[in-house]
């Protein structure tokens, strides 16, 4: 099937070949600059594993909502989110989706843990299907390994050093979600969605979709939406705001939507792979003169939990 946006190979980066780094690189960079999103194959992450993780997925959202609450969304943001539990900003109505979520196991004894770091702690993985840990587990530590892959080719795409995001990462805030699109209601107004146009709030976004289709990408400077087909064996990948904040700008954070007009469910999983909580985001870092930056240093942390506290009604009601 022809792409709808850059299609990039990651062959070599993992074995950190320079050559594969600043090919890859270069082609990062024109894709970042020009939609902010690209397909990425040769990633790392085997089919088998995926194909796995997506049964999981489709076995796991097949429960009923009373035996998928025993596992409800906790403060550490881990766990299943009921259908109209997210709303992106400026919507109208909460996204037609269900997800489930986890992130860098710690245990309640970690520091982190300890010193009451939000997002930070166990998963929640529920009893009624205790292969989910398996699977789901091993597909965060292999698409985790792609995503710092892709980070260093994203450093050399930004003339810095190739370890630059290494230490940064060191107890990365990764969350991955199994995600649940039901088919589109029939009746649904011009404002429902699946997921409602927003752009990603951290550093990168790794996302497998099934063959349903339905994101779609916001052309830049224009009203029109690009497909994002689905090409098989890969990822698709997305600058967040978080990145774009730490390049000055210079990598685009784009709008993106999902409508499931595909008739049947739709799934996939998606891994937003973001730094450690507290380290610093400043586009200083990266080269950029104090005069010419366009941003104050930020913790990643903080950063990332007020734009999770501002779509999720869970957190509302927290408090």
């Known amino acids: 099937m022809t792409p709808t946006l850059p299609l990039i190979d990651m062959a070599g980066v993992r074995e950190r070949s320079p050559l594969a780094i600043q090919r890859a690189g270069k082609a990062i960079r024109q894709a970042c600059t020009d939609t902010g999103f690209f397909y990425i194959v040769n990633h790392g992450v085997p089919q088998p594993l995926i194909n796995r993780a997506m049964a999981a997925a489709r076995q796991f959202f097949a429960y009923p909502a009373e035996v998928k609450r025993q596992v409800a969304v906790n403060k550490r943001h881990r766990g299943w989110h009921a259908l109209g539990g997210a709303t992106m900003y400026q919507a109208t109505r909460p996204d037609h989706k269900e997800f489930f979520s986890i992130g860098l196991e710690l245990p309640e004894q970690d520091p982190c843990v300890l010193a009451g770091q939000p997002l930070r702690g166990p998963n929640q993985w529920p009893v009624f299907m205790p292969e989910l840990q398996g699977v789901l587990g091993e597909y965060y530590e292999e698409v985790g390994r792609a995503g710092a892959d892709l980070l260093c080719a994203v450093a050399a795409s930004l003339g810095i050093a190739e370890d630059f995001f290494v230490d940064k990462y060191h107890k990365r805030l990764q969350r991955t979600q199994m995600v649940y699109y039901p088919e589109h209601p029939a009746q649904a107004t011009e404002d429902q969605y699946g997921v409602a146009p927003h752009t990603d709030y951290g550093c990168i976004t790794l996302l497998y979709q099934d063959d349903s289709g339905g994101l779609q990408v916001r052309e830049l400077g224009g009203q029109r939406w690009i497909d994002a087909t689905p090409i098989a064996g890969s990822l698709v990948v997305n600058v967040g705001d978080l990145l774009a904040r730490w390049s000055n700008n210079r990598f685009r954070s784009t709008l993106h939507r999902?409508?499931?007009?595909s008739g049947r469910e739709r799934y996939s999983i998606a891994?937003?792979?973001?730094?450690?909580?507290?380290?610093?985001?400043?586009?200083?870092?990266?080269?950029?003169?104090?005069?010419?930056?366009?941003?104050?240093?930020?913790?990643?942390?903080?950063?990332?939990?007020?734009?999770?506290?501002?779509?999720?009604?869970?957190?509302?009601?927290?408090?």
């Not at 999902?258 to 007009?261: E, F, L, Q, S, T």
């Not at 400043?282 to 950029?288: A, E, H, K, S």
């Open 258 to 261: 999902v409508i499931n007009h």
């Open 271 to 319: 891994t937003f792979f973001d730094p450690t909580f507290e380290a610093r985001v400043d586009p200083c870092d990266l080269g950029i003169a104090v005069s010419d930056s366009h941003y104050e240093p930020v913790a990643a942390g903080e950063y990332i939990l007020k734009r999770i506290d501002d779509s999720m009604a869970y957190r509302k009601a927290l408090g």
